[in-house]
């Protein structure tokens, strides 16, 4: 039940996040991707003009403080990503993706099922997105 909460919640926050990110004209379809730096395929080397959205993965999270954190080691990469990518395709929509293959789901699970939780998980989302842009902006 827990599993199931936690990915509507998920689910919930990341439509929210596209209201905010999709462009007023409206698309036909969806072309999405998924870059992860350890592929061995560098950010330049997305043929970008394929896809309308491109996930960035992945940030991490930490069970202990309930919030969205990029390790040292990828926060470089990460920050460039939105303004490699969009400099074959200037209108695709860059999206960082939470968790992966070595996540903890009893962890997402703990976050989804504590009202605190989620607002702090929410809450640095939004900053480590947020952190991002301005990496982008200023690069």
């Known amino acids: 039940?827990?599993?199931?909460?936690?990915?509507?919640?998920?689910?919930?926050?990341?439509?929210?996040?596209?209201?905010?990110?999709?462009?007023?004209?409206?698309?036909?379809?969806?072309?999405?991707?998924?870059?992860?730096?350890?592929?061995g395929l560098?950010?330049?080397?997305?043929?970008?003009?394929?896809?309308?959205?491109?996930?960035?993965?992945?940030?991490?999270?930490?069970?202990?403080t309930k919030q969205v954190t990029i390790s040292s080691s990828n926060n470089a990469s990460f920050a460039q990503f939105t303004q490699t990518v969009r400099l074959k395709n200037p209108s695709v929509i860059t999206l960082l993706s939470i968790g992966g293959g070595n996540s903890n789901d009893a962890d997402f699970a703990a976050i989804a099922s504590n009202s605190t939780s989620r607002k702090s998980f929410i809450d640095s989302s939004l900053k480590v997105a947020g952190r991002l842009v301005c990496y982008r902006s200023l690069a």
């Open 42 to 64: 560098a950010a330049s080397d997305i043929n970008s003009t394929l896809f309308t959205h491109l996930f960035c993965a992945f940030a991490d999270l930490d069970p202990n």
């Open 1 to 39: 039940m827990a599993l199931k909460t936690l990915a509507i919640t998920l689910l919930v926050f990341l439509v929210q996040l596209l209201q905010f990110s999709v462009p007023a004209q409206s698309q036909s379809s969806v072309n999405a991707g998924y870059w992860f730096l350890d592929s």
